[in-house]
């Protein structure tokens, strides 16, 4: 069955480093997101990118983060300036488009773990 | 603003007790339901979803969830827990706009299961 991956599975960054976390979504998907879970908290929405470009964000997505779709694969998260209150599980999750009867379900990655020192 | 409740935030249970967490949402629109189970130390799983059709939805691990569109609920349900369901449960709402769409989280519940 086609899986979201994400990586690297953990990273560990001193305050101010510029840190990206990768994402390989599902093929035939053409929506990607990024969700935040600070540890102990819930999961909380931060970016939808579609068409290349992005098609909504949270007030959590400062200018500290932006996302990109280098290729035709990879869909990534880049922090330029981490701060301590960064420090979460980030997922990487993929739909197909709402149309031609699909459900749009969201598929997430496992997650990928970033603490900074 | 659009927004998913998850009232219980902690649940404690004995084994063999039946289960029920709350979850409703307040958005006018189309929706798709989902309850996700986080294990400590991992991440999200699907436990069930709802699209349309039948509102009484059964998923893995013997759970269930009802969709009453009336009350904009979607409770998660499971008769008998085991000590193996210690988790914590997310209700996570799809919210169906023209052209885009956003899943939102409620803020989850901890299940713990005393043997």
């Known amino acids: 069955e086609p899986e979201v991956t994400q990586t690297p599975s953990h990273q560990v960054t001193q305050m101010g480093q510029e840190v990206i976390l990768r994402c390989v979504p599902i093929s035939n998907h053409l929506y990607f997101y990024w969700y935040r879970q600070i540890l102990g908290q819930k999961v909380e929405f931060l970016v939808s990118?579609?068409?290349?470009?992005?098609?909504?964000k949270s007030e959590i997505f400062d200018d500290q983060f932006s996302v990109e779709r280098p290729d035709g694969s990879n869909f990534t998260l880049k922090i330029r300036s981490t701060k301590l209150e960064d420090s979460a599980m980030y997922f990487c999750?993929?739909?197909?488009?709402?149309?031609?009867?699909?459900?749009?379900?969201?598929?997430f990655g496992e997650g990928s773990r970033l603490t900074v020192l | 603003a659009q927004s998913v409740s998850q009232h219980n935030h902690h649940v404690i249970l004995s084994e063999a007790a039946s289960l029920e967490l709350g979850c409703n949402y307040s958005?006018?629109?189309?929706?798709?339901l989902f309850w996700y189970v986080q294990y400590p130390g991992q991440h999200l799983q699907l436990l069930l979803k709802?699209?349309?059709?039948?509102?009484l939805v059964k998923g893995i691990k013997g759970f269930e969830a009802e969709f009453i569109k009336s009350k904009f609920s979607f409770n998660l349900r499971k008769p008998s827990v085991q000590w193996s369901d210690t988790a914590e449960y997310f209700c996570a709402v799809n919210l169906i706009y023209t052209g885009f769409q956003k899943l939102v989280f409620g803020t989850g519940t901890r299940l713990l299961v005393s043997p």
């Open positions: 990118f579609y068409n290349n470009e992005i098609s909504e």
């Open positions: 709802y699209f349309s059709g039948d509102p």
């Open positions: 958005y006018g629109g189309t929706v798709n």
């Open positions: 999750a993929s739909s197909e488009a709402l149309d031609r009867g699909n459900t749009g379900e969201l598929f």
